[in-house]
């Protein structure tokens, strides 16, 4: 087989787009571009220790010859050219091989197919490999933070708070994680978010940093904030908590704790004074008698 077998091409391809090009996987034969329903991204699986192959397709949609380089982001992926020149309308085949190690962890594992043409303007296609094994769901919900934005004086400015959170694929299979959010403070509940999609895809060793406002932040409340991440068989959660207290409240009560130290202070010595008064007249009494 040759490096790159050529295709005319007279219809527009289905596929990740580079202006007047594309890259895809090779659409199954006799198909000159592949359709709804063909691959849009490479889907293997295998057991460690073996080598699969396929093909991936670059297609020149443009009325001139285009020369594209060709990359693999995973070690494993061989392929069998490196550089081609399409000629215009013209779809090229490049076979390339993935040999998967011996001692490769069993789940998912991500790659991708890169094409740049001459403006280097990368454009790349997804592999998506399942090693067969034990699947090890694990994940984690770490660095749970809140940033609030509170006005001076309630009700003049706006109050906001956001939640920030980590999800960390420990695994190896790829997770998609949905979250809950609880709020509790001194009178009950502040909010709750239920189960709910975090519409990501995390595939193992990955983590991603997530915000979520969270609606109508109390002005004066102690809260405790609660995230739950699930995915199936497991799950984890992270805990962070707030006092939501205005800054106008914090330096009144300041103040008046200041002032209520002051007149302590001069009640105990005016108290001092009078005692040591009386204990002079008492001296003076025993003296006289």
Sequence with gaps: MTAAA???????????????????PTPPAGT???????????????????TLTDHVSVVNLGARPETFRLHATDPWVKLSSTGLTVPPHTRADVPFSLAIPTTAEPGD???????????????????????????????????????????????????????QY??????????????????TGWFGSVYHRPL????????????VRLNLALPG?????????????????????????YLAIPWLVLVFVVL???????????RSKRSHVHRAGWWRSRESVGVAA
Excluded: C, M
């Design 6 to 24: 050529l295709l005319a091409v007279t219809a527009p391809a289905h596929a990740v787009g580079g202006g007047g090009w594309a890259v895809f």
């Design 32 to 50: 000159q571009t592949p359709g709804p329903a063909d691959r849009q991204y490479f889907y293997l699986e295998s057991a460690p220790g073996r």
């Design 109 to 163: 594992h991500q790659g991708s197919i890169v094409a740049e043409d001459a403006g280097s303007r990368p454009v790349g296609v997804r592999i998506y490999l399942h090693v067969t094994g034990q699947p090890v769901p694990a994940f984690s919900v770490d660095d749970v933070s809140v940033r609030r934005s509170v006005p001076a004086v309630p009700g003049l400015g706006t109050n906001r708070a956001t939640l």
């Design 166 to 183: 980590t999800l960390t694929n420990h695994g190896n299979v790829t997770l998609h994680p949905s979250v809950e959010v609880t709020e």
């Design 196 to 207: 709910s999609s975090a519409g990501i895809e995390l595939p193992p060793g990955r983590s």
């Design 217 to 241: 932040p109390p002005l004066l409340d102690d809260v405790a904030v609660t995230v739950k991440a699930s995915d199936g068989a497991t799950g984890a959660q992270g805990q962070t908590g």
């Design 256 to 266: 008046l704790l200041a002032v209520l130290g002051v007149w302590l202070w001069l």
